[in-house]
């Protein structure tokens, strides 16, 4: 077979459906991620134009421009759209986009959840941009503090639209999350060890886990403010027992993590950009593994340096103080292996290199500042002054947006497959880069000066106005240059010539394809030996194309790519994708619809929009696997391989293993919730605690034994090759035992609006209730399963999915059903 | 920053240093950059290995630590200094924030009420009560000590003390709404007599 034959055949394979319909059916990474990286700019551009208010509002002192309610949403929208709508989205655009085809696979591990994921994001994104056109958005700053975002301080729907629009983003994040975390330890190249793994792969890797554990408790604040919106129920009001400082810690739990799941892949595009700039190879790959690791490990010690001036005890005060400042170790290890690394090598000074100077300059000075934030004495000065506002963007626009735009200008050349041809980023540079430097150096001034930040003007005579003014006129140069390197961007990727395969002289694979991409990503797997594949073997993106790697043959007409063991890279089995489908985009519209529901206060639609989403979720796996035993595939150099689905630990037993983990740390937040209330908040204990009785616990304790013995009796009897009822029943049997626990407890609970503990009560009830009906229902699936023939003896994966999902649900009930009934009968 | 009080003063001390220490670790670090560009023009190539122990562990490890170390006592310190303490001349007073004014009363005079205006004796150290009513706001009076939070249903105690009798500024700095900007409020010192005689209910 010739490379173009084998092309075309890919090709057809591969392709998205053509014109319109493909926007919206495809579940392509290539596609989906130019999507994400395209709506995350669109917001960027909205965030920037909110900030040039800011700077307008604020360039003269009593200025007439706008009120402060108008500016309270300005602020608050700015904060919110560049945080969520645009950093986070952006970074997994990029990670979408790039990951497989550095990896060496031909897609992420579950296509249609990212299509999924994207939708949500835009759904939810557009829920935001819809309520600040009608003047109804949030406005009660970025972090959205009770009481004053709950009903007492912002009666009307303005804080609705920011709970409900990004806890609906986040889907998107967490969809995000497992398939990047599947994906980097599953699907790559033969022979790509983690030790040779891109180092970019390791810090997404690292992100992916800091979103899985980062983003519950912020869920979980957005579920139970929203509930204490809409139904009264009073976890952030002291009088009824709540506490509004759990919201803080639930938000800097989420809010701090958040820095560096933005500053690490900005981190890992430095590392794979700057190598390459100087010629040589990064130093110190190890150590720059481990910084990572440390990094985002302690940056889950460090969320009470945002509450410093809440009135922490002064131990505790001692202890995050040098967890914040420890932070500052790591970071110097990867500061100092990238100027090793410059020092090492030939560095040349293109414009992607130019950034990378450009984020040290800022970053490092941002890195300071963060430093002595995070001494209390001082901080408790600068708290809440524009020295923090100017602090955060060092630290945001140098750590994050700067990197970004390096790795932006090079991978311009993949994402366009054309040459850069107009020099305007050059210009861009340089007005973005003395800019911001006027901006914010005098920001950091003017808050020490005591301008506290949020607030919509300042008088006459306090000596601020010319600060401010030189301050929004260096704003606004920040803004000329950012739409010159959009316009820059734009005209190189649609006016120029076609460039050459690998311009930069790059040695990871995603240089090995070409361009513009294939659906494909690759004609064939290449096997790996090292870290620059294509600096071992400079031939090997032709010998690609030639079809000499893995899987080389289009063979059936189906999209295929190989699963590799975590650790060594050795290829285990092949998976077969699914192809085009709009049930990605329809099932993200049908979710939205219940997040609408509660926005507009519809409760009637949410169950319906709930049903909708289990019939689509139904469909979703019902399509998956294969009816036959296919045996061994052949994968090409001699190496015959399993279908992953007739696999014990198929990729959907990972991707719901790590989606456990996020969903543990979501329930792990709620239990610390309860904890938090329970010692913290003034008004406890409740007036009365739930009476466990004796029908409750038995059931519960029943059930949680049950379910887990029953689906391990259905394996073992499917495995016999007999049929699995007797097992699937009782596992049935313990959930519906487990279930009715849980609303016993609902029923003996008392008013949820009376106190906190009755509200916290229903949720934890609520919880496992959801958990134990979701895992009856995967039985049932489970039989229909095997009457369809998709599960046999030979083909069981499944049946540890639903075992795994069972077993959590036992897990977290028996935890549960403890924390309601316990405080009963020990008192 | 004009520091009229003890704790104000510790904090800017405190700053001058950080200050200095940043800029010297900022020129520092911008050298070393500006030296690798220039060095690896001429040299072109060097052996990775012997340069790891001088960038990883020397400038990467142990320097920030040694750093941040002494940066950390000494803020400890400050931070030890600046903690409310029991004295047989603290006087107690409580501020009560709510949207948008303050209001304080005094341990000394049972029922009497300021709005607005926090009275202190001047050279005494003074623990200031502080919660709200309704949604958090943070009590700051700048020249005389840090800020502190409000929250409803808690009480924080913050430590503040004015050397010389004097009128300072003070502002709310926890956004709280609309009428956040001029959340203020003032603070008046007293020297002894005055002080004495604003508790008997004498005008200040």
Known sequence: MTPLRRHRALTRIWASDPGWKGWFTTVNHTDLGRMFMFTAMIFFVVGGILAMLIRAQLATPRSAFMGPEVYAQVFTMHGTIMMFLFAIPLIEGIAIYLLPKMLGARDLAFPRLTAFGYWCYVFGGSMLLFAMLTGLAPDSGWFLYPPLSSTLGSPGINSDFWLIGITFVEISAICAAVEITVTILRFRAPGMSLDKMPIFAWYMLVVALMILTGFPPLILGSVLLELERAFGWPFFQVAEGGDSLLWQHLFWLFGHPEVYIIFLPAAGIISTVLPVMARTTLMGYGWVVAAAVALGVLSFGIWVHHMFTTGIPHMALAFFSAASTLVAVPTAVQIFAWIGTIWKGKPQLKLPMLWILAFFATFVIGGLTGVMLAVVPFNWQAHDTHFVVAHLHYVLIGGFVFPVLAGLYYWLPHLTGRRRFFRLGEPAFWLVFVGFHVTFLAMHWVGLLGQRRRTFTYEHGQGWEAINLISSIGGFITAIGFALVLIDIAINALVTLRGRRNPWGAGTLEWAMPKPVPAYNFASLPPVRGREPLYDDPGLDLRIARGEGYLGDPGDGRRKTLVVDIASGRPEQVVVFPSNTALPIVMALVTGVAFLGVLIKAFWLVPLAVLGVAALAFRWVWSLGTRTDEGLLDAGHGLSLPLASASTRPPGWWGTAFLLVANATFFASLLFGYAFLWTVAPNWPPPAYLEPGLAGPALGLAGIVLAPLGLRLAERLLRAGHAMTPGLAIALTGAAATASAGVLAVLASADPQGHAYDAIVRVIAGYVLIHVVLAAAMSVYLAARRSAGFVSPDRYGEVRIVRLWTDYAAITALLGLAALHLPGALT | ?204
């Open chain 2, 1 to 204: 920053m004009h520091p009229a009080g003890p704790a104000a003063e510790a904090i800017a001390a405190l700053w001058w240093v950080m200050l200095v220490g940043s800029c010297v670790i900022f020129v520092l670090v911008m050298a070393l950059l500006a030296l690798a560009l220039r060095r690896s023009n001429v040299e072109g190539r060097g052996d990775g290995s012997e340069g790891e122990r001088v960038w990883l562990v020397g400038l990467g490890l142990v320097f920030p630590l040694l750093v941040l170390l002494a940066l950390l006592a000494y803020g400890l310190v400050i931070g030890e200094r600046l903690a409310p303490r029991d004295g047989p001349e603290v006087v107690t007073v409580r501020a009560e924030g709510r949207q948008w004014e303050w209001r304080f009363s005094y341990a000394d005079a049972p029922g009497l009420v300021t709005e607005g205006v926090l009275h202190i004796p001047a050279g005494t150290p003074v623990d200031v009560e502080i919660t709200t009513v309704d949604v958090i706001h943070s009590f700051w009076a700048p020249r005389l000590a840090g800020k502190l939070d409000a929250i409803p249903g808690h009480v924080n105690v913050l430590r503040i003390e004015a050397r010389e009798p004097g009128e300072y500024a003070g502002v709310s700095a926890e956004y709280s709404g609309p009428g956040y900007l001029d959340h203020r409020f003032t603070v008046i010192a007293h020297d002894a007599d005055g002080w004495a005689g604003f508790l008997r209910g004498a005008a200040p």
